[in-house]
């Protein structure tokens, strides 16, 4: 196990919807709230026994070391999921964390900008919440299909980020097409000029459009990445990603997510690979 994570049972504070598509799950786990940076993840037994046998992972939503809440926002969408959702407060789950590399707030930059769409919303929330909480400037764009797929205005507005929508269909308030659309639109009007960072996690070609936005303004850019994980050790090599440069045996070189990400610099991910699931 990563010597700075933590194997603890913890309390389900709550298990509830956030928004249509969402719920939030608030644990108390204190020496995970504690040790927890944006861009980490937990990982967490869905079920009271041994049924599911493998935890799933899940990136930190938001932490807070006074009152040693962790908290995750997950999308039901297989068993272990599923079973998640019904998980009742007061309940007790297996968590293993904070794990995993997270992101490192850039330094040298007049302004962040942190994105995210899908099941990518929780580690880019967190750190755009830390990053807001230091003083720093920091926009939060989120893009979602539909606008009533969001989070609720007071989960958002609790982050203290500027807060920015997209969707397919521009309702009020949404800007009309992507996250990427939008963050383009931020860099352009109302970052124009500054230097800024740049912080994914979402759907894998959302994170590569939004690599090559930061990329062709010079402007750095973290990325975090998600793979089907099994023991979570670097043993099982089940979460490996390509990253550029050649292996010694002349093949694509490959980096284990689980505990060399899952936040890794995007000017470093092949991509493409990445989009075929590689
Ligand atoms: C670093 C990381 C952070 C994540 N953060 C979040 C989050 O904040 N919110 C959220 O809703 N989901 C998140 N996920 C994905 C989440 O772990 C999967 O949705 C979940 O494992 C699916 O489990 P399931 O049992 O419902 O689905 P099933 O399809 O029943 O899962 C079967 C197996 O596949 C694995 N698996 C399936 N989908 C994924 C996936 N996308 N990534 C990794 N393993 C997968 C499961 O671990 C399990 O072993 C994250 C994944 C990773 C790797
Ligand atoms: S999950 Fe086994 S190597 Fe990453």
Redesign the pocket.
């Known amino acids: 196990m990563d010597k700075n994570a933590f194997q603890v049972c913890a309390e389900v504070l709550s298990n509830a919807e956030a928004g249509q598509r969402y719920r939030r799950m608030v644990l108390l786990a204190p020496e995970v709230a504690a040790a927890a940076k944006p861009g980490q993840f937990v990982n967490l037994r869905v079920g009271g026994g041994l049924d599911p046998l493998l935890g799933r992972p899940f990136g930190v939503f938001f932490a807070e070391p006074d009152s040693g809440r962790v908290e995750i926002l997950y999308r039901p969408t297989g068993r272990g999921t599923h079973m998640l959702g019904a998980v009742q407060s007061g309940s007790r789950l297996g968590l293993v964390g904070p794990l995993g590399r997270g992101f490192t707030i850039e330094k040298g930059v007049e302004a962040h900008v942190a994105v995210g769409g899908g099941t990518g919303l929780a580690p880019v929330y967190f750190l755009a919440a830390e990053a807001a909480r230091s003083g720093l400037p920091v926009w939060l764009l989120f893009g979602f299909r539909d606008c009533s797929f969001g989070l609720p205005e007071d989960l958002m507005r609790r982050t203290g980020a500027h807060f920015r929508l997209s969707s397919d269909a521009g309702e009020a308030g949404c800007l009309r097409g992507t996250a990427v659309d939008l963050l383009d639109l931020v860099l352009d009007r109302e970052l124009a000029g500054k230097r800024t960072a740049v912080y994914t996690a979402g759907p894998a070609i959302m994170m590569k459009l939004a690599a090559e936005a930061a990329a062709r303004r010079g402007f750095p850019c973290q990325a975090s990445l998600e793979a089907h994980?099994?023991?979570?050790?670097?043993?099982?090599?089940?979460?490996?990603v390509a990253v550029k440069g050649t292996a010694p045996d002349g093949g694509p070189l490959r980096r284990?997510?689980?505990?060399f990400g899952p936040v890794m610099n995007a000017a470093e991910i092949d991509w493409d690979r990445y989009l075929q699931g590689g």
């Open positions: 994980m099994a023991c979570g050790l670097s043993v099982c090599r089940g979460c490996v284990p997510v689980c505990t």
